[in-house]
């Protein structure tokens, strides 16, 4: 099974794509971390992305693609995968299909979690995991982004028919309760 794990900042995407890769036994794929330990460990690609990061804007389409595109050579995925903040843009989205559909693979679900924005901006404040674009400036400037460049994804992939909403309030395992009834 690949499924894509949608929402905005905040919306909780990290911390189900967790329990859902525990319950399908399916590896994660989260651009946004392999991002961040990119720069931890300072490699070429961390340099390139670490001042876009900190600005809270996106990652040009054609890096985050290719990195995708690397990753997923690994047999790993081979079964499935969970993906978590890709794709970000519909010219990510057109290239993932692409790249799924010369393997002979598709998008199966998109799974997106509805959170009002004043309990983001809230809850990634109050996560404190000392992420350098969780201040409430680059807050706004991460949902402005999403607004703009992210949510479109959501209708070129209601297009297809894949789309399930999923209320985004409520405790952890409440709102994993509901994923997993939507994806069965
Ligand atoms: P969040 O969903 O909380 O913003 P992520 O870890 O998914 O966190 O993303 C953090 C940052 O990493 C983004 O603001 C962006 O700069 C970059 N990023 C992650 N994934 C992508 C992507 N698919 N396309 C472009 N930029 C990305």
Do not use: C, W
């Not at 995968?81 to 199966?108: H, M, S």
């Amino acid at each position: 099974m690949n499924l894509i794990l949608f929402g905005p900042p905040g919306a909780g995407k990290g911390t189900q794509a967790e329990k859902l890769v525990n319950h399908f036994d399916l590896p994660h794929l989260s651009t946004g971390n392999i991002f961040r330990a990119n720069i931890k460990n300072e490699t070429p690609l961390g340099k390139k992305v670490k001042s876009i990061l900190d600005s809270g804007k996106l990652v040009p389409d054609e890096t985050v693609v290719e990195l995708v595109a690397d990753e997923l050579d690994n047999e790993k995925y081979d079964n499935g995968v969970i993906f978590d903040g890709f794709p970000r843009t519909v010219g990510q989205a057109k290239a993932l299909d692409q790249y799924l559909e010369a393997n002979g693979k598709k998008v199966d679900t998109l799974v997106t979690l509805d959170v009002p924005e004043e309990e983001l901006v809230n809850r990634i404040l109050s996560r404190g995991q000392g992420r350098t674009d969780d201040t409430p400036e680059k807050i706004k400037t991460r949902l402005q982004v999403y607004k703009k460049e992210t949510e479109p994804v959501l209708n070129y992939y209601k297009e297809h028919g894949i789309v399930e909403e999923i209320d985004g309030v409520g405790n952890v395992d409440e709102i994993f309760d509901r994923i997993k009834k939507a994806v069965s």
